[in-house]
């Protein structure tokens, strides 16, 4: 099925570094998901995004939706420990209530 | 904010038998439920959509007969994985969505099948 383009595969950073990771597609999207995903647990909802441009920020963690609704970028600053994980985009197009997930970024914060 | 309880956590089970796995929205009705399958290492692999009271929508290559799963009411969806085999050895997550005021797909916790 339809998967969204996600990169960087994996990311090594150490512990207070910031860290950016995309999504991007050939088609238009509507939302815009970003999850987090630990070790044997289901993905967890970090930020939503409704509107073709819109900013969203959750702590340290901040998310845009791409003027174009092709893309989405997903930051988190100074990173710590306990933001290793695996960090999925998930996108909802028009019409349609199935989400579509990118391939994941697994990261990776060294102490 | 939106809870998705899904259970059992992890399961083993023979070959040959049956295992049903629960997924639950706690404070939420949930107009619709997803099943997902993920093998290590991979995204997750969308197997079907179900809507309370009507039969489920299965994604193509995803035998109904071997995964059933039903949707007896806004907050219960079950998924049974029928005559298990090694192969079906996998993690399963439900997915759960109401159009409502934040419109976002709450996860459970998933479920971890080994089949022996």
């Known amino acids: 099925g339809q998967q969204l383009n996600q990169s960087p595969q994996s990311m090594f950073i150490q512990e207070g570094e910031d860290v950016s990771m995309n999504c991007t597609s050939s088609?238009?999207?509507?939302?815009w998901l970003w999850y987090k995903q630990d070790p044997g647990e289901g993905p967890v909802l970090l930020i939503a995004?409704?509107?073709?441009?819109e900013l969203t920020s959750n702590g340290r963690l901040t998310a845009q939706f791409g003027i174009t609704r092709k893309d989405s970028f997903l930051n988190i600053s100074a990173s710590i420990p306990s933001d290793v994980g695996i960090y999925f985009c998930?996108?909802?197009?028009?019409?349609?209530?199935?989400?579509?997930f990118g391939k994941g970024t697994k990261l990776t914060v060294n102490p | 904010g939106a809870v998705v309880s899904q259970h059992p956590s992890w399961v083993i089970c023979k070959s040959g038998t049956s295992v049903k796995i629960e997924c639950r929205s706690l404070?939420?009705?949930?107009?619709?439920m997803f099943w997902y399958r993920q093998f290590p290492k991979q995204s997750l692999m969308l197997m079907a959509t179900?809507?309370?009271?009507?039969?489920?929508?299965?994604e193509q290559g995803v035998e109904k007969d071997k995964f059933l799963i039903n949707h007896a009411s806004l907050t219960l969806s079950t998924l049974t994985v029928t005559s298990a085999h090694p192969e079906d050895s996998s993690f399963y997550i439900c997915?759960?969505?109401?159009?409502?005021?934040?419109?976002?797909?709450?996860f459970g916790s998933g479920t971890r099948l080994t089949v022996v």
């Open positions: 997915s759960a969505s109401s159009r409502g005021s934040n419109y976002g797909y709450t």
């Open positions: 088609s238009i999207f509507n939302t």
């Open positions: 995004l409704y509107k073709a441009g």
């Open positions: 998930a996108g909802l197009q028009g019409g349609s209530e199935k989400l579509v």
């Open positions: 404070d939420f009705q949930a107009t619709t």
């Open positions: 179900s809507n309370e009271g009507s039969k489920a929508t299965y």
